[in-house]
């Protein structure tokens, strides 16, 4: 069983910060690719950034420059530290993990989602 659990999300003001930080636990051998993702009301779910076992980052066009994607593997935590936030920043935020199990098994994992408001 695995369970990614978010925290962070809230009500800032445009141009203010925000940190998500995503901890998974259960069992779990080891985590790939983790990565955050987020919807708005009325869009689809998309990429905002992405980050491999190895430290390689992949960013959303929109958020280059103003979101920081971080991981701790020995916690197996990742976090976003957003920046510069903007009222289209607003939406759920969620976690994904691909992790494997000890009996080799990988798979895609989600987060319950936080609530991520900038007033403007």
């Known amino acids: 069983q695995v369970q990614l659990v978010e925290s962070g999300g809230g009500l800032v003001q445009a141009g203010g910060s925000l940190r998500l930080s995503c901890a998974a636990s259960g069992t779990i051998f080891s985590i790939n690719a983790m990565g955050w993702y987020r919807q708005a009301p009325g869009k689809q779910r998309e990429l905002v950034a992405a980050?491999?076992?190895?430290?390689?980052?992949n960013y959303a066009d929109s958020v280059k420059g103003r979101f920081t994607i971080s991981r701790d593997n020995a916690k197996n935590t990742v976090f976003l530290q957003m920046n510069s936030l903007k009222a289209e920043d607003t939406a759920v935020y969620y976690c994904n993990a691909l992790i494997v199990t000890p009996a080799g098994d990988e798979s895609d994992y989600w987060g319950q989602g936080t609530q991520v408001t900038v007033s403007s």
């Open positions: 980050i491999t076992s190895g430290g390689s980052t």
